[in-house]
């Protein structure tokens, strides 16, 4: 299946983002509490994240999103892939658009996230900062940090 990544310009595909952002959380972390409801998903998404990060997402052949990333000059903020499409390049190929929009960039992952940690190490973040848990979930987490 061919993936093809854009630039969201507009708001109106926010809930369809939100939804793969929820169904991409659930499936990595299913043990954490239910912190928000889909609704709070799209204004958090809406009114925060579109607010203040560019977005790029990517979607399959029939334009549905199956992964996004929201990024600003200092932060990745948000890198969700649904289940189907994880290991397949497309996190690959939206961190390097991140990494190409800035010189330096800091991200946070929970601890246990494994596969977060060791996709995060081989595009070149190191861990600076060990939490925890100083965090909504309260879950243990870390800093990495990217310079080019």
Excluded: C
């Amino acid at each position: 299946m061919k993936y093809h990544i854009t630039k969201l310009i507009t708001s109106e595909r926010i809930p369809e983002l939100a939804k793969a952002f929820r169904v991409s959380f659930r499936n990595t972390y299913p043990d954490f509490p239910e912190l928000h409801t889909p609704e709070e998903d799209i204004d958090f998404f809406t009114n925060s994240v579109y607010a203040k990060d560019e977005i790029y997402i990517a979607e399959d052949e029939e334009k549905s999103i199956v992964g996004f990333i929201a990024f600003n000059k200092e932060f990745i903020d948000h890198l969700y892939l649904l289940p189907k499409v994880q290991r397949k390049g497309l996190g690959s190929e939206l961190i390097a658009i991140a990494q190409k929009h800035s010189d330096e960039l800091r991200l946070w992952t929970f601890q246990e996230n494994t596969n977060a940690r060791s996709f995060y190490t081989k595009h070149g973040f190191v861990a600076i900062k060990v939490t925890d848990g100083e965090n909504e979930e309260k879950r243990p987490d870390i800093l990495f940090w990217w310079k080019r």
